[in-house]
């Protein structure tokens, strides 16, 4: 399956289209959720390594599962705006995930508003991520 695209296994769900590499705007705002739980140094070092990392891809429920997060609700104006923009056939931007193996789990340094948009219309959806 192409990373631009995700189709779904039902026919009634939209299909969820990709960039193929994250927006600029997406790590500055992965090292300002960094900073909260590491320091400058390793922030630095973090964003360095996700500039330089290849795109792959996972499916959403996997992220949520390695993540250990909540899934937040349409209700929620991020979300809404990120569903909107899938619902319009825009592309979305990639995640930037980081392996935090001394809790074992994901974190999801920017991105999470769009992944609780795409996983709410397609837990199956496949994800293009760039994860160190």
Not at 30 to 52: G, M, N, Q, T
Not at 70 to 79: F, I, Q, R
Not at 106 to 115: E, M, N, Q
Not at 116 to 130: G, Q, R
């Amino acid at each position: 399956m192409s990373p631009q695209s995700s189709r779904t296994a039902t026919s009634t769900s939209p299909a969820i289209r990709w960039l193929k590499k994250p927006e600029e705007h997406d790590y500055p705002a992965a090292a300002s959720y960094l900073s909260l739980i590491h320091d400058e140094r390793s922030v630095a070092k973090l964003v360095k390594r996700l500039r330089k990392a290849e795109v792959t891809s996972f499916m959403s429920k996997d992220v949520f599962r390695a993540s250990q997060l909540s899934l937040l609700g349409v209700s929620n104006s991020h979300v809404a705006k990120d569903t909107a923009k899938i619902l319009q056939g825009l592309e979305l931007s990639p995640l930037l995930l980081v392996r935090d193996e001394s809790l074992g789990k994901v974190i999801i340094a920017d991105g999470y508003h769009r992944l609780c948009a795409v996983y709410a219309l397609d837990e199956d959806a496949v994800i293009p991520c760039k994860i160190v």
